[in-house]
């Protein structure tokens, strides 16, 4: 088992009862930094891969693949899903960027707007943020709750955990259905984001990336990470499970996302459509008129 194979082991949580965000670091490389060339080989490597099995995926037209990616502000989601779904045809895959709810969202159940979303049978989907920020930025921002329309009686002490066993509810009738669910967790720390920050200060080419609210939000950082490893507790399964993803330095995240997404999508068995007799006899025929042209 390569470098790699055994820490996407580390990194993937399938069951919360013992998860803790403090013992994935944030730093971690699995000891590929070494050889840089090399971990950039296996990237480029996997970027064919990708775009191989997506191929398939497309023409079986029985799978869809649901990509979901959660982070703090600069964690990197944005550059990772550029370089990792870099090779895959436009075609087959659509990108959802999930913002502040608009009044009609706020209309509906949190559930909704991600629906209208998920990615038909033989597409790959990315969520970039998701029905995930209902149990993070809302809960970090309690107020945001009071204004969603919910009947106040419905509100209780226990809307984290409905909300965290609805969502587990949703993605168990995805898998069921055919959706392979994969979630993301970017982690950066606290220092980097604030290396990252001043980066964006620093480079007239990056000043439009930041934002105030981000350096507002990066005050509740210790409520978000609470958030997080709640979060990923209550929703961790075989069949939609996390991976908490070093996210300090970024061709690493590249790297570990990219192999996660190949070997789940290698255990799906991905095959081209048989050709049966009556379609091998309109392949021959198509030739003869052809040839007879
Ligand atoms: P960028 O990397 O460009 O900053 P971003 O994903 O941070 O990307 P922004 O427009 O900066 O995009 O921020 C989107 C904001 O929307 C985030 O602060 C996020 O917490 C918020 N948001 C997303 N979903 C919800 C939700 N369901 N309820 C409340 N806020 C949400
Ligand atoms: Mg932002």
């Not at 204004?147 to 409905?162: A, H, S």
């Not at 220092?191 to 990336?209: I, M, S, T, V, Y």
């Not at 990470?225 to 991976?243: C, L």
Request: glycine fraction near 4%; aromatic fraction near 10%.
């Amino acid at each position: 088992m390569s470098k790699l194979e055994r820490f996407l082991r580390q990194c993937r949580v399938t069951k919360g009862t013992s998860f803790r965000l403090k013992d994935h670091s944030p730093g971690d490389t699995a000891h590929l930094d070494a050889d840089k060339t090399k971990a950039r080989a296996l990237l480029q490597r996997d970027i064919e891969r990708l775009a191989a099995l997506q191929d398939k995926l497309y023409a079986q037209d029985r799978w869809a693949i649901l990509l979901i990616f959660q982070a703090m502000d600069a964690a990197g989601k944005d550059g990772t899903i550029k370089h990792v779904m870099s090779g895959v045809n436009p075609q087959g895959c659509q990108v959802y960027s999930f913002k502040v709810p608009s009044a009609e969202d706020l209309d509906h159940d949190f559930l909704w707007r991600s629906a209208k979303c998920l990615p038909e049978r033989g597409r790959i989907g990315v969520f970039n943020r998701s029905y995930y920020e209902e149990v993070l930025v809302v809960r970090v921002h309690p107020e945001l709750l009071e204004r969603q329309e919910i009947p106040p009686r419905l509100v209780t002490k226990d809307v984290w955990n409905d909300r965290y066993e609805s969502i587990a509810d949703f993605e168990r009738h995805l898998a069921r259905n055919g959706t392979l669910v994969l979630k993301f967790f970017l982690n950066v720390s606290r220092k980097e984001q604030k290396r990252r920050f001043f980066e964006r200060l620093d480079l007239p080419d990056k000043n439009w990336k930041f934002s105030e609210a981000d350096a507002k939000e990066r005050e509740h950082w210790k409520e978000y990470m609470r958030a997080y490893e709640d979060m990923i507790r209550a929703t961790a399964t075989p069949h939609a499970p996390w991976y908490v993803v070093p996210a300090d330095n970024k061709w690493f995240t590249h790297l570990v996302v990219g192999a996660a997404i190949i070997d789940a999508m290698e255990n799906l068995a991905l095959q081209y459509p048989k050709v049966d007799g009556a379609k091998k006899a309109e392949l021959a025929a198509a030739r003869e008129i052809l040839e007879g042209e």
